[in-house]
C-alpha cells in the first residue's frame, strides 16, 4: 500500500538558518504530493503541493520537488523564522482508486530558537 | 466565514459513554473525512464519504459509526468510549480531485477518563 516516511522529529534550528524535512513516499501509481503545517492545537493547514514529476510547489518561503527517480518531496527554506515553528506533514494522494485518500507520514516537529 | 467547523473543541468524559462529534463545511466540497491524531501527532484515514455516501471504511471499530445527512455535513457517533479513544479527531473535506488538497477543521480534543 502506499507510504509516506519522514524524518524524525524534532529539529532545533536558529532563526535564519537553513531546513531541510526529508521525505520519500511509495505509492503504486503516480501520487499528488503535499505537505501540510500544524501549529499548535491548530488543525493542519495545506502548506505546498506538486502534482507530477518534476513539479516544483512553493509557499511562503517553502519550497518541494517531486522527485520520481527518487520518490522523494523534500522540504526547503533558506531562512527559517521563530514563526516557522510548528509539525511538519508530508503526505500523498494516490488518485487511482485511492478514494481521495491522504496517506500521511508521521510528521516532524521543527523548533526554531532565537 | 469558518471553512470546516467542528464542535466541540474540547470534549471530556468518562468510560462508556456515548459521544458525538459534529462537522460542517461551507466550501461546496464533495468530500468529507475524519481522521484520528494519536498522541504522537500520527493521523490515520477513518472515515470518507462523497456526496452522503460512504466510501472509505479504515479498520476502525463498529463503535464508530459516521454519519453524513447531506454532504455539508458529518457526524461522528462513538459508542462505549474507552480510555484508547482519546486523541484529536479532525474532520476534513476536499474537492473531488484532491490535486487541491484537503481543508481541515481545529479539531475535536477527545479525553476519556
Known amino acids: 500500500g502506499d507510504s509516506v516516511t519522514q524524518m524524525e522529529g524534532p529539529v532545533t534550528l536558529s532563526e535564519e538558518a537553513f531546513l531541510t524535512i526529508n521525505c520519500t513516499y511509495t505509492a503504486t501509481g503516480y501520487p499528488s504530493l503535499f505537505w501540510y503545517v500544524q501549529y499548535p492545537g491548530e488543525g493542519l493547514q495545506l502548506l505546498l503541493k506538486?502534482?507530477?514529476?518534476?513539479d516544483k510547489g512553493s509557499n511562503k518561503g517553502f519550497e518541494a520537488t517531486y522527485r520520481k527517480e527518487t520518490t522523494s518531496f523534500h522540504l526547503e527554506k533558506g531562512s527559517v523564522q521563530v514563526s516557522d515553528s510548528a509539525v511538519y506533514f508530508c503526505?500523498?494522494?494516490?488518485?487511482?482508486?485511492?478514494?481521495?485518500?491522504?496517506?500521511f507520514g508521521t510528521g516532524t516537529q521543527l523548533k526554531v530558537e532565537l | 466565514d469558518t471553512a470546516v467547523s467542528q464542535t466541540p473543541k474540547y470534549l471530556v468524559t468518562q468510560m462508556g459513554n456515548d459521544k458525538s462529534i459534529k462537522c460542517e463545511q461551507n466550501?461546496?466540497?464533495?468530500?468529507m473525512y475524519w481522521y484520528k491524531q494519536d498522541s504522537k501527532k500520527f493521523l490515520k484515514i477513518m472515515f470518507s464519504y462523497n456526496n452522503k455516501e460512504l466510501i472509505i471504511n479504515e479498520t476502525v471499530p463498529n463503535r464508530f459509526s459516521p454519519k453524513s445527512p447531506d454532504k455539508a455535513h458529518l457526524n461522528l457517533h462513538i459508542n462505549s468510549l474507552e480510555l484508547g479513544d482519546s486523541a484529536v479527531y479532525f474532520c476534513a473535506s476536499s474537492p473531488r480531485d484532491t490535486y487541491y488538497g484537503y481543508t481541515f477543521g481545529s479539531g475535536t480534543r477527545l479525553t476519556v477518563v
Open positions: 506538486a502534482t507530477k514529476a518534476d
Open positions: 466550501l461546496g466540497h464533495d468530500t
Open positions: 503526505a500523498l494522494s494516490d488518485g487511482a482508486g485511492g478514494g481521495n485518500k491522504l496517506t
